[in-house]
C-alpha cells in the first residue's frame, strides 16, 4: 500500500498468457493480509485470472479457480504463527471445486458443493456467496445457499437459547 506495508502476495507454480490477455495460472496461491495481522489465502489446481499489468505488479480484477479451491480465514493476529496448513482447527476452511472470485464487486461466489470447516461448526452445502470491504479489508458476508447438514461444537451464551435433554 501507499506505506509500504504488504497487502497480497500471487503465487503459482507455472502462469500462460493467454491471446485475450489473461493468464491461466497452475496451483495458484493468493495471500491476503489485513492491517490488524489477520489473513485470507486461496489454493487452487488452477485458475483463469483477469487483470492489468501495473509499474508495481499486477491489478486482479476477477478470476475463476478450479479443482480443490481451498480459502482459509486465519483469525489469529500472531506475527509468528504457523502457516495456516499446520492450524486446521485455528482457522475457517472452505472447500469447493470451482470459484469465481472479482474484486471490482469485492465478492466470491460457486454454485456448486461447499464444506465450511471452523472451530466453532462444521457445514455441509450448496452454494456459496462471500463479501468483503477493502478498507478496513474485513469479511462482511459469509453465506452458503443451499445448508445440507451443520454441526455445531461451540455456542456463545446468548445464542444458547435451546435445552436438550441429556
Known sequence: DESGRLEAIYRAKQLHRRPD???????????LYQRNGQQTILRADEAAVYGEQLDRGANVRRAKLRGNVTIYFDPSTAP???PVEQRPDEV????VDDVEFDREHLSIYTEGRVTVFAPQADVYGRG????WNESPRELRLLRIEHGQYMAVYDVP????VFSLPG
Open 21 to 31: 490477455g489473461s493468464h491461466h495460472l497452475v496451483e495458484p496461491r493468493v495471500e
Open 128 to 131: 456459496l456467496s462471500i463479501t
Open 92 to 95: 475457517i476452511r472452505v472447500h
Open 80 to 82: 509468528d504463527r504457523k
Open 157 to 160: 451464551e446468548e445464542l444458547n
